[in-house]
């Protein structure tokens, strides 16, 4: 999985604390890392809140035992003790919270530094109202349709030809805005042969929901085999049912 | 800029005006012109902050219920997935019903609704009688009202806005969304941000001006410090909006290209100066809600709250830290790896003093006294889905995971947790001050039950969301296994909605047949506004609040009403209401007299004006006139002149109502001056000016940076000035350096009440305004020869643009200019010269920013 993205990440990254490989994997990772800390704290931090509001609840008699002191009407504002308890919550949360992002910034730096140029697959992908063109290094292009080989990692230049889209496989966890005039980069790899698709993430007009592309993962040879077929300049076109249909449906 | 011609009035004083005095609501009658609140006239003249508040109140609700409507259209849409052609609504209405949801919650009803408490309930905290500016509060509250209606208008002008609520370019230019409505939804926008400009300038002018004695900073309750940070916010981001609408209004009326898609990196600014305001907005959303739990907390928790200060100081961060982070919403444009660190920093620095707040609420409830009223019960269900929103948003700070979140419905999920969490803490709110408001009782249990169903009905709308996160946003065509998730959320929509007719109807009912209260319903309430009756009195207090002895007390002059004086000092009545809701024995008020020192008061404030209302109308028509344009035309044809004559009769009921506003005699508030860091002694008038001008210079910034921008990724050096000659540019410089100087003529002329000497100065720097303005004409007329208009290119459209603003901003100064020389050549500003130093200080910054115009346009 991923093996073939060496590179030359520095030390750290290859010390197995910091996930490495396709964005699944490195997405996965995090993402159940922060759900599981994410419950328990929340649930820690609930349960206390709850347990709190039940324990000194009016009529409980507890609270008043303990302060007499209880606020005036038109005193002037001034604060309880306990500040110490807060401090040590306020530097524990500081500390989860920090130590979890600086964790992840680790695996940004991998992931913004992408897989290397002479083992990767350069393509251009272009959003306008409502699809994506695709463009490779021979020149030719596809509208609609994205073939690609499994376990090559693919480095895509994103723009758009009109208004501002946003180019994202779900699935294979990559996405990257689309905009007018400016190109953005992303990566991928795929490690499973199949079909996948590509969706718009910014709304850009009527057909917004529609806005969608095939995304074909074929084995490395047969991949070869298509891309041999393909000259410079041809291109083929694929619109998915649900595009067609919606072009169809929409008044002139 | 026109928003400054009615502020010297207020605050100054004019000759011959009547007294317009109050009593007490119920005694208003008595020969004066201020009407009863039975009265339906009252509620149009009304400046009043309390009335005000009540009106923001009620009108903001109007508008959730708009913006629930649309929800509510979604969610049935989103009950299945919908293939083309199978859509309820259609895929343009639904993105109008998305962008229309966003835009109405956000700006129409959320921040309205917390000001409405912030405008009922902050003055009475303070000590003050009133906002210090009351026309420029009415004002406020009608601008948006008509805000309001003009967004409404938008549906019937061939469609609203339907680029969502973030309105990226270049989507929202005419070539992808011709519609008419489009542009008056906009134009509503730049409207309801005029509003939050008045409102702004109002409050921070009264919030650091007005305070009682001893109530410092320091000392002010929890709910004000909310609500001064956040109107401190608010001036600075709605400026950067306010630019930001500007040039697009600018496109789509008159043909500039600053966000066209052939523009250079025309997309990108539109995120930068929308994020700019929008990472604030967050926050300026938020805070009221967090004032409003911090102040329910401790009173049914019958404690002070834990760490005070270090919770003051949470906020103070975060206020300012919020203009530092809005990059954060741009992790997947071209930002290179160093900005998205810096950002991703800021990010979590900001998040921190969060939790910090939130743990101090949670201690505030150890060893108190709990009772779980409907306000608590609404302030720690709020609490609760805050942590909950919290912890999720953290997940968004880390970038590798943003990237797959962008777009999705795990950020609708969490904004939603966090901003609906905010409303919750406001509905809480609300229950905690209906006593005050109408002086009766809320029914507990239908409270309770309005609670229970909302709470159920929230987490099953939006919890499920997170579970179905994979959607993305603003779809309605998602993978089939998802829909189990979005029923439940419908589901839970409709739980949500309808809990609110159960609060409807109480607080209709309870309005008229609910149990009287005494002062203070609430047991451990500490704040000023319990001190008074329910609903307090017309000015508020009867006699003078002070805190100088460590405590509210009222020192009541011998002549004064020594019964009312007597109400606030004890509060004995009994239970009142379901809910254990008791009379307060704890009290620290007391009542003191005071010789009276001085026997003349001058005159009383005044409390009715029409011409707030006047005025918002005719902006409302001059905006609804102008929405059709395009390339700067009207469209051909009846419907063509029927927009035109619209707006030139808004024109004119603008300037007429403008010009009585200045006319009329009306009095702010009388006050003698408590705490007022850090503008003690000076005037009202004065600081009310320079905060607004402090926005005026954001405003210009976001101008001045989407030029310095837009000429970056052009390239600097490729990019020509657009006048060729810069000689008419020099001129202009020389002529505006120079009535500078008159102007501060005038203004010695005025102190040596040498009225000759006034009106010539005035007059001169009448005359030099002039020959800056033909100067420029005749510049422009010649570059419009060559070829060169507003729409030509991005250059010219910058050129056109900026020094257009501020040419307007010219015509504004000479047409108060031109009203100081007609009143002075009657022998005003000898006694009373403020209007005039603070026309100077507005003439003086626009001369200003020409002299950063100037080389940036003509030379560089
Ligand atoms: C009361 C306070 C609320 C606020 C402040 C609020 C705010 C927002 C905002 C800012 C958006 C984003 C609009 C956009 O993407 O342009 C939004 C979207 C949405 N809201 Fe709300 N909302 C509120 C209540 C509700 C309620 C009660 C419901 C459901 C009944 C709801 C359902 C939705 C839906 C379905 C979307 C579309 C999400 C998407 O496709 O991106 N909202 N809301
Ligand atoms: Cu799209
Ligand atoms: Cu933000």
């Not at chain 2, 006034?758 to 060559?786: P, R």
Request: hydrophobic share 50%.
């Amino acid at each position: 999985m991923g093996t073939t993205l060496v590179g030359s990440s520095p030390l750290f990254l290859q010390s197995g604390l910091v996930p490495r490989g396709s964005r699944i994997i490195v997405f996965e990772s995090i993402f159940e890392v922060f759900l599981l800390l994410g419950t328990l704290v929340g649930v820690v931090v609930i349960g206390y809140m709850l347990y709190n509001a039940y324990k000194y609840r009016s009529g409980a008699t507890k609270g008043d035992e303990e302060v007499g002191d209880r606020p005036v009407l038109g005193e002037l504002p001034t604060g309880s003790g306990g500040g110490r308890k807060l401090a040590t919550s306020f530097f524990m949360s500081m500390i989860i919270v920090v130590s979890l992002i600086s964790w992840t910034y680790l695996t940004l730096l991998y992931v913004e530094e992408g897989p290397s140029a002479d083992n990767s697959l350069d393509i251009e992908a272009e959003g306008y109202q409502f699809g994506w063109r695709f463009t490779y290094p021979n020149g030719h292009t596809t509208d609609g349709v994205l073939r690609i080989p499994a376990e090559q990692p693919v480095r895509l230049q994103v723009t758009s030809a009109d208004v501002f889209h946003n180019f994202g496989i779900p699935e294979l966890r990559v996405k990257t805005d689309a905009i007018p005039g400016q190109e953005t980069e992303t990566w991928f790899v795929a490690n499973e042969t199949g079909t996948y698709t590509a969706q718009c993430y910014e709304l850009c007009g009527a057909g917004h929901s529609y806005m969608s592309a095939e995304v074909i993962v074929m084995p490395p040879d047969e991949y070869e085999e298509w891309y041999e077929s393909t000259g410079n300049g041809s291109s083929e076109s694929v619109s998915t049912e649900n595009q067609t249909a919606f072009v169809e449906a929409r008044p002139a | 800029m026109s928003d400054t011609d009615p502020e010297r009035t207020d605050g100054g004083t004019e000759v011959g005006s009547e007294v317009v005095a109050g009593g007490h609501e119920d005694d208003h009658d008595h020969g004066h012109d201020f009407p009863g609140t039975g009265s339906i006239k009252r509620w149009f003249v009304t400046t009043n902050h309390k009335d005000v508040g009540i009106l923001y109140i009620v009108t903001s609700l109007f508008f959730l219920v708009l913006g629930g409507v649309l929800a509510w259209l979604m969610r049935i849409q989103l009950w299945a997935p919908r293939a083309p052609g199978e859509t309820i609504l259609a895929p343009v209405a639904y993105n109008q019903a998305v962008s229309a949801h966003g835009l109405l919650m956000v700006f129409w009803f959320l921040s309205p609704f917390a000001f409405g408490f912030a405008n009922y309930i902050v003055p009475l905290q303070l000590g003050a009688k009133d906002l210090a500016f009351p026309r420029l509060n009415a004002l406020s509250y009608w601008l948006y009202l008509f805000s309001g209606i003009l967004f409404g208008v938008s549906f019937f002008q061939g469609g609203t806005f339907s680029g969502g609520w973030t309105m990226y370019a270049p989507l929202n230019v005419p070539t992808f969304t011709p519609d008419v409505g489009a542009s008056t939804a906009v134009l509503a926008l730049v409207l309801f941000v005029a509003s939050v400009t008045v409102s702004s300038v109002n409050f921070l002018t009264t919030m650091h001006r007005m305070r009682a004695e001893g109530l410092t900073l320091r000392n002010m309750p929890l709910f004000s410090w909310t609500i001064l940070l956040t109107v401190w916010m608010m001036l600075f981001a709605f400026a950067a909006l306010l630019a930001a609408l500007m040039v697009l209004s600018a496109d789509r009326l008159l043909g500039t290209t600053y966000f066209a898609m052939e523009s250079p990196a025309g997309a990108l600014l539109w995120t930068h100066l929308f994020w700019f305001f929008g990472h604030p907005e967050v926050y300026i959303v938020f805070f009221p809600a967090l004032g409003v739990m911090a102040e329910v907390f401790q009173t049914f928790t019958g404690r002070r709250i834990v760490g005070r200060k270090w919770f003051i100081i949470a906020m103070v961060l975060v206020a300012i830290q919020s203009f530092v982070v809005w990059m954060h919403h741009m992790f997947l444009t071209s930002i290179n790896l160093q900005v998205k660190t810096l950002f991703m920093i800021t990010t979590i620095g900001i998040s921190l003093p969060f939790d910090l707040m939130v743990f101090a609420l949670i201690y505030t409830m150890l060893k108190g006294k709990i009772r779980f009223t409907t306000p608590f019960l609404f302030v720690f269900g709020a609490l609760l889905l805050f942590i909950i929103g919290g912890i999720t948003g953290v997940f968004l700070g880390a970038v590798v995971l943003d990237y797959e979140f962008r777009g999705t419905y795990w950020v609708v999920a969490h904004f939603h947790y966090v901003m609906v969490g905010g409303v919750t803490a406001l509905v809480g709110g609300l229950y905690y001050w209906f006593p005050k408001i109408t002086g009766r009782m809320y029914d507990e249990f239908l409270g309770k039950v309005h609670f229970a169903a909302y709470f159920v009905g929230f987490n099953l709308l939006y919890f499920p969301l997170f579970v179905a996160w994979e959607t993305p946003r603003r779809v309605f065509d998602y993978a089939p296994e998802l829909a189990p998730w979005h029923q439940l959320a419908t589901i839970g929509g409709f739980v949500l909605g309808l809990s609110f007719l159960i609060m409807f109807y109480n607080l209709f009912k309870s309005a008229f047949t609910g149990d009287p209260v005494s002062d203070n319903p609430w047991e451990y309430a500490t704040t000023a506004e319990w001190a008074v009756s329910s609903p307090p009195p017309l000015e508020n207090f009867e006699g003078t609040p002070t805190y100088r002895d460590g405590h509210l007390s009222f020192i009541l002059d011998r002549e004064s009403d020594v019964t009312g004086g007597a109400t606030a000092a004890d509060g004995s009545g009994g239970a009142t209401a379901g809910g254990g809701v008791a009379t307060s024995p704890h009290t620290a008020v007391t009542t003191e007299y005071e010789p009276t020192v001085e026997a003349t008061e001058v005159e009383g404030p005044s409390h009715a004006s029409i011409w707030p209302f006047v005025l918002s109308l005719g902006a409302f028509l001059i905006l609804l006139g102008i929405s059709p344009l395009q390339d700067a035309a009207f469209p051909e044809g009846m419907m063509g002149a029927a927009y035109a004559t619209t707006a030139v009769a808004g024109f004119g009921v603008t300037l007429g109502s403008l010009i009585a506003m200045g006319l009329e005699p009306f009095h702010g508030p009388v006050f003698d001056e408590g705490e007022a860091w850090p503008f003690s002694g000076i005037d009202n008038g004065k600081v009310g000016m320079w905060i607004f001008l402090a926005s005026d210079v954001v405003l210009f910034g976001g101008f001045l940076g989407a030029y310095i921008f837009t000429r970056f990724a052009f390239g600097w050096t490729g990019w020509q000035p657009v006048p060729d000659d810069p000689i008419p540019g020099l001129v202009n410089t020389y002529i505006l350096l120079t009535s500078s100087f008159t102007v501060v003529l005038a203004l010695v002329a005025a102190e040596k009440k040498h009225k000759l000497g006034l009106v010539t100065s005035l007059g001169a720097t009448f005359v030099l305004g002039i020959g800056f303005l033909v100067n420029k004409a005749l510049e422009w007329q010649h570059l419009f020869h060559e070829g060169l208009w507003l729409s030509t290119n991005v250059r010219t459209s910058t050129f056109f643009l900026t020094t257009g603003l501020h040419a307007a901003h010219v015509i504004a100064g000479l047409i108060i200019a031109l009203y100081l020389t007609a009143r002075a050549w009657r022998g005003a500003y000898l006694e009373d010269n403020r209007s005039v130093e603070y026309f100077g200080l507005y003439w003086h910054f626009v001369d200003i920013v020409w002299l950063f115009l100037f080389p940036l346009f003509y030379i560089l």
